[in-house]
């Protein structure tokens, strides 16, 4: 008997849209007892969001110490001077707010939010935080500890020694960059009472930036900015020059074994530009197009065509001082080499041949469509100030940056996918088990394998 085959249904990919018309805020920027006030006018909003923007991010951490602004950030909730933990929740708990504390390469944050009549006081207590922390030696400690058994915890899942031997191949395990961003358990476990103490003098009693959203009409700036600045002094540190690293000439493979795994974890990576860089719209496109959406190359094909995996994606990281190119994905282990040849070609004919249109006005529409919904929120847009500030960047940059994001064409695409993707010097990093993987590895000929951590070929 033989069985009819059932109809194969066939679905069009709907059209693209028209990207949303988004506005940016007018941003006010003033100089307030020595500090600098940037604000960003929201009209009729009842709610707003101080964010006091200090140069204390993990940049800042000395080596071997990775995570430590991490430790300080935990710490800042333990109380003040001037009120025990319990109290200083209480106080926050009675203007209906919390205290949201963030770092990240470049800056430590610290922000509330609240309805508008409620922001002078919550920016008290935020400096009240900020400058004049309890720092109790026990509370440290406790702090210290609780984060490495969390670090510990997360570093027993795939991806975080991936990350680390990438990081570390690039920019050198020896410099804060090739470091990881929120340290391991060995570098928080090492952070002392002493190294707490003195980062938060080094960096938190600084003046630094105050980052307002809401209705300006309703707020006064100058008192937010005393309140914000009181007790503090000095400017900042020198950010140090853009970091040059060269890509490697050569292309390598570094093998982090996970014996047993079943699958193998991807992370394949390059130096590039910093944040600033003028080339910014034109590569974050090129990486959309590869990488960056459901839609791009590497996932139709090592997804769609291939089903090695259920997604990759790549991505230009940057800070402002450096940056890199990574395309991170997890694919079943007998698959590993197959996948690694396909994205490598991927990224090299987008490299060589540049993106076309129809893939283009696709990465255009969404890319520019994002912003509509992305910078609604008082907190969203207090982050985009906060990039303003980091990278030194125009006041009109996020106003102008939907257009700049359409008004793109392909050949700049092309162009900045041709200058920033650097296949040939790619370290391509593999986490998986060793045992089953490193002989198809070195017969793909992608570049020499390499032990993560002991420098031997495979």
């Known amino acids: 008997m033989t069985t009819e085959p059932g109809p194969i249904l066939i679905a069009e990919r709907p059209p693209t849209g028209t990207a949303r018309p988004y506005a940016f805020p007018r941003v006010v920027r003033r100089t307030v007892a020595g500090g600098d006030v940037v604000a960003a006018h929201l009209p009729g909003h009842n709610l707003a969001v101080a964010v006091l923007l200090l140069d204390g991010g993990a940049g800042r951490e000395p080596v071997g110490r990775e995570g430590l602004s991490g430790v300080l950030a935990k710490a800042l909730e333990e109380g003040t001077t001037r009120r025990d933990s ?73 991806g975080p020694r991936a990350d680390a031997a990438l990081r570390a191949d690039l920019f050198g395990a020896d410099q804060r960059p090739g470091r990881p961003m929120d340290g391991d358990p060995e570098s928080v476990a090492a952070v002392t009472v002493e190294d707490v103490t003195s980062f938060h003098a080094g960096w938190l009693t600084r003046l630094g930036t105050l980052l307002v959203v809401g209705d300006l009409d309703r707020i006064d700036l100058d008192a937010l900015g005393g309140a914000a600045f009181a007790g503090a002094s000095g400017a900042a540190e020198p950010t140090g020059p853009v970091l040059e690293v060269a890509v490697r000439d050569d292309r390598r493979i570094i093998l982090v074994d996970r014996p047993g795994s079943v699958q193998s974890t991807l992370r394949l990576g390059h130096t590039a530009p910093h944040r600033a860089h003028p080339d910014h719209v034109p590569m974050t496109l090129a990486a959309t197009v590869l990488g960056g959406a459901f839609t ?16 990759i994606r790549s991505e230009f990281g940057h800070s402002r001082r450096f940056g890199r190119f990574v395309v991170s994905s997890g694919v079943q282990t007998a698959v590993t080499a197959p996948a690694l040849v396909d994205a490598v070609g991927e990224i090299t004919r987008t490299r060589d041949a540049g993106v076309t249109e129809p893939e283009l006005a696709v990465a255009r529409a969404w890319r520019a469509g994002q912003l509509s919904v992305e910078l609604q929120t008082p907190r969203a847009i207090a982050s985009a100030l906060a990039t303003l500030v980091v990278h030194g960047l125009p006041d009109d940059y996020h106003a102008t940056l939907r257009e700049r994001l359409l008004s793109t064409g392909e050949p700049a695409v092309s162009a900045a996918a041709a200058a920033h993707l650097h296949p040939q010097g790619m370290t391509l990093v593999v986490e998986g088990d060793a045992a089953v993987i490193r002989d198809e590895l070195v017969a793909s000929g992608l570049g020499e394998v390499v032990d993560a951590g002991s420098g031997a070929a495979g």
């Open 86 to 158: 319990t109290a200083y929740a209480l106080a926050l708990e009675g203007l209906g707010t919390d205290l949201t504390i963030s770092t990240d390469w470049d800056a430590f944050q610290v922000s509330v939010q609240v309805p508008v009549e409620r922001l002078p006081a919550a920016v008290e207590l935020l400096a009240e935080a900020v400058r004049t922390p309890r720092l109790d030696p026990a509370d440290i400690l406790r702090v210290r500890d609780d984060e490495v058994t969390a670090l510990r915890m997360y570093w027993a899942n795939p």
């Open 296 to 311: 791009s190359r590497l996932n139709h094909l090592i997804r769609e065509v291939r089903g090695y995996t259920y997604g």
